[in-house]
């Protein structure tokens, strides 16, 4: 990567608000995702790797909604750790049976709420 793009890197990261960093994670999952759907050749390493990625940003989104010092009302919080649940179980769903078709309700997820977090849905 170039310096210039190196600097727009860091720059676009210290001046995003915490929402659009967490749709361009929740948009870099979806991608990876996409990317195993669009080139199945069975479960590899690659499926594995995306699945590991989604399931840890997953974990952490989990994890805020459930912390005491979250701001959000307790719908919001309690539909984000639902949404999780259902990610969790889609998941190990996938590495126990793969099968691609699978993966585009977490590809949806992933996208929608990704444009609510930067306004787009």
Same mark, same amino acid.
């Given at each position: 990567?170039?310096?210039? @793009?190196?600097?727009?890197? #860091?720059? @676009? ?11 361009? !994670?929740?948009? &870099?999952?979806? #991608? ?12 590899? &390493?690659?499926?594995?790797? !995306?699945?590991? %990625?989604?399931? *840890?940003?997953?974990?952490? %989104?989990?994890?805020? @909604? ?5 701001? $959000?009302?307790?719908?919001? *919080? $309690?539909?984000?750790? /639902?949404?999780?649940? %259902? ?9 126990? /049976?793969?099968?691609? @078709?699978?993966? &585009? ?6 996208? /929608?709420?990704? !444009? ?6």
């Amino acid at each position: 990567m170039s310096n210039a @793009a190196q600097a727009y890197a #860091r720059t @676009a990261q210290t001046s995003s608000s915490p929402r659009e960093i967490e749709a361009q !994670a929740l948009l &870099k999952a979806a #991608r990876q995702l996409q990317e195993i759907q669009n080139n199945w050749t069975g479960p590899d &390493k690659n499926m594995h790797n !995306a699945l590991l %990625f989604n399931r *840890r940003l997953w974990s952490i %989104f989990m994890s805020a @909604a459930d912390s005491d010092d979250n701001q $959000q009302p307790l719908e919001v *919080r $309690q539909n984000i750790a /639902n949404i999780g649940v %259902f990610v969790m179980k889609q998941t190990i769903d996938m590495q126990m /049976n793969p099968d691609p @078709a699978k993966l &585009k309700s977490l590809i949806d997820i992933n996208c /929608n709420l990704a !444009a609510g977090l930067s306004g787009r849905a």
